[in-house]
């Protein structure tokens, strides 16, 4: 089993700042790469930011230079800086993995957190 829980998240005003957090658990034998995706009503899921394990980072455009995706592989944690929010950052944020778990040889697969909301009013 792998296990990925969220925490952080909420109600800020615009401008303002958030930090978000996810970690692994579970028989996971590589952790490739961990990142996070946004839902807002109404629209499809969308990358906001990866990192992979060799410290490589990308972001979406809307998010460039106000979000820092940072990752932590000695406790399989990664983490969302969120500064200068705007209104149109109010989704559900969901983390992801990419990894290899203990025993299934070198089948990568995706999973993912159970999302957090992250409202910025104007």
């Known amino acids: 089993q792998v296990h990925l829980v969220q925490s952080g998240g909420g109600l800020v005003q615009a401008g303002g700042s958030l930090r978000l957090s996810c970690a692994t658990s579970g028989s996971i034998f590589r952790t490739n790469a961990m990142g996070w995706y946004r839902q807002a009503p109404g629209k499809e899921r969308e990358l906001v930011a990866t990192v992979t394990s060799g410290g490589s980072t990308n972001y979406a455009d809307s998010v460039e230079g106000r979000f820092t995706i940072s990752g932590d592989n000695a406790k399989n944690t990664v983490y969302l800086q969120m500064n200068s929010l705007k209104p149109g950052d109010t989704a559900v944020y969901y983390c992801?993995?990419?990894?290899?778990?203990?025993?299934?040889?070198?089948?990568?697969?995706?999973?993912w957190g159970q999302g957090t909301q992250v409202t910025v009013s104007s």
């Open positions: 992801y993995a990419k990894l290899i778990r203990l025993g299934y040889g070198k089948v990568e697969n995706d999973y």
